[in-house]
């Protein structure tokens, strides 16, 4: 068989949406997808009359376009990988697609001087399938947290993602165990954000499909196991000014005592807009049986030096290294998206100069500092995000629109389910 090119693009779900084209295409180019992919569930009941998507009139296309530059290798055999820019018919960047958000988001920064830089922490759960067809967890008697090995990986399938990473370029930093398992954590090296988003996005759908040819179903799902641990999207976040240097720190002392007030500013517009941003980074129903009280999974309204049970984590490091952790998000965000809203939600803080709360000086379970936590559910969620008219603004209204009216349609579809049906109404996906 010839080469071929794989074009991809994350929707609203998180899905990595692709085509395959032949050699001839494998060069600057584009090609285009049905817009209505914009209007579809997970179980892809029906096409809902969503706004942004141009349902009842037409059913037009996009057109995603790269450049042969940035073809890159694949994991399959003989197939490359590219994404790009999606504009809608008129040739306009689609608002509601979550990579033009964060396009969006990134030049917000470019106006201070500032280029923000993303490293992504993925975490995730292996599973099996039964003779019934049910998932069960992977069984690693001997699993234990920060574990490597066949008693942490019988089959190998993490060796297996890391050599498919590294033949195609990817820039891993670590893969290791979570503390409960079977629990896996890859974590991708720091880069600009719109290329460290498009890394991650296709390394998560290298990882599901490399694992998937080892027998193993690897799900980002945020609480796919009720008697486990949650499974995170943790954004480290730090900018580089016009002169190469790290703008987030005064010089080699790192923490709180090292941050400029681009850091200070950057967490206190994460405190003002926590509620808010809960629908946009954990939104999913299952991401609020993660997002708990004593969790460490982003709940409380909290910030702390090097403090896990903290939803906004300042690093020990100074200098080149120190970032900032906003430790909220899931995988059922779409990456980009999330990305966005972590950015522009700092950057309001860090313009509108607003107060920053008390630090976190409390144990990692209470959150004493803390005057609230994120809603209970993905519903009251959502109304928090359409109260914030700030942040609404700063991420477009397009785009929240869009977003909430299908957060609520997934709310309306699981709302007589049990938890482990609303678990499984998107495990496959995430």
Same mark, same amino acid.
């Given at each position: 068989m010839r080469d071929r090119l794989r074009p991809v693009w994350c929707d609203h779900l998180s899905i990595l949406r692709s085509k395959y084209l032949p050699q001839e295409k494998i060069g600057s180019g584009s090609t285009r997808f049905?817009?209505?992919?914009?209007?579809v569930?997970?179980?892809?009941?029906?096409?809902?009359?969503?706004?942004g998507t141009n349902c009842l009139d037409g059913l037009p296309d996009m057109t995603l376009?790269?450049?042969?530059?940035?073809?890159?290798?694949?994991?399959?055999? +003989?197939?490359?990988?590219?994404?790009?820019?999606? !504009? =809608?018919?008129?040739? *306009?960047?689609?608002?509601?697609? @979550?990579?033009?958000?964060?396009?969006?988001?990134?030049?917000?920064w470019a106006k201070h001087g500032l280029t923000p830089k993303i490293g992504i922490e993925l975490e995730a759960f292996a599973f099996t399938r039964a003779e019934d067809g049910t998932l069960v967890p992977y069984d690693v008697p001997g699993?234990?947290?920060?574990?490597? +090995?066949?008693f942490n990986d019988p089959l190998?399938? !993490? =060796?297996?993602?890391? *050599?498919?990473?590294?033949?195609? @370029?990817?820039?891993?930093?670590?893969?290791?165990?979570?503390?409960?398992?079977?629990?896996?954590?890859?974590?991708?090296?720091?880069?600009?954000?719109?290329?460290?988003?498009?890394?991650?996005?296709?390394?998560?759908?290298?990882?599901?499909?490399?694992?998937?040819?080892?027998?193993?179903?690897?799900?980002?799902?945020?609480?796919?196991?009720?008697?486990?641990?949650?499974?995170?999207?943790?954004?480290?976040?730090?900018?580089t000014d016009s002169a190469g240097n790290n703008a987030l720190s005064t010089g080699p002392q790192g923490g709180i005592k090292g941050m400029t007030d681009l850091g200070r500013g950057c967490i206190a517009g994460w405190m003002k807009h926590h509620k808010a941003l809960a629908a946009l980074t954990a939104p999913s129903v299952n991401s609020y049986a993660r997002l708990q009280p004593a969790s460490m999974s982003g709940f409380w309204c909290n910030w702390g030096e090097d403090h896990r049970g903290v939803t906004c984590r300042v690093s020990g490091e100074g200098g080149k290294k120190a970032r900032l952790e906003h430790r909220m998000a899931d995988a059922a965000a779409n990456p980009y998206a999330a990305v966005a809203a972590v950015l522009q939600s700092a950057r309001l803080g860090f313009e509108g100069r607003y107060d920053l709360p008390p630090v976190e000086t409390g144990d990692c379970f209470m959150g004493q500092n803390a005057a609230y936590g994120v809603a209970e559910t993905l519903s009251a969620?959502?109304?928090?995000?359409?109260?914030d008219a700030?942040?609404?603004?700063?991420?477009?209204?397009?785009?929240?629109?869009?977003?909430?009216?299908?957060?609520?349609?997934?709310?309306?579809?699981?709302?007589d389910m049990t938890p482990e049906q609303a678990r499984d109404f998107s495990i496959w996906f995430v």
């Open positions: 049905a817009q209505p992919c914009l209007a569930h997970y179980d892809k009941d029906l096409i809902v009359d969503a706004p376009t790269w450049d042969a530059a940035d073809i890159r290798p694949g994991w399959e055999p +003989g197939v490359h990988m590219v994404t790009g820019d999606m !504009t =809608d018919r008129d040739g *306009a960047p689609v608002p509601i697609l @979550g990579r033009n958000r964060l396009k969006a988001a990134i030049a917000d699993g234990h947290v920060y574990g490597g +090995g066949p190998g399938f !993490t =060796d297996a993602i890391w *050599a498919a990473a590294e033949a195609a @370029g990817f820039k891993l930093d670590l893969v290791t165990t979570e503390y409960d398992t079977p629990q896996y954590e890859f974590t991708l090296s720091f880069d600009e954000a719109l290329q460290a988003v498009d890394e991650t996005v296709m390394f998560r759908q290298l990882a599901r499909e490399v694992a998937f040819q080892k027998g193993i179903i690897l799900t980002f799902l945020p609480k796919p196991l009720f008697d486990r641990g949650g499974s995170g999207m943790h954004i480290n976040l730090s900018f969620a959502l109304d928090d995000l359409e109260a700030t942040l609404i603004a700063a991420m477009g209204p397009e785009y929240v629109a869009h977003h909430v009216h299908m957060k609520r349609v997934e709310v309306d579809k699981t709302k």
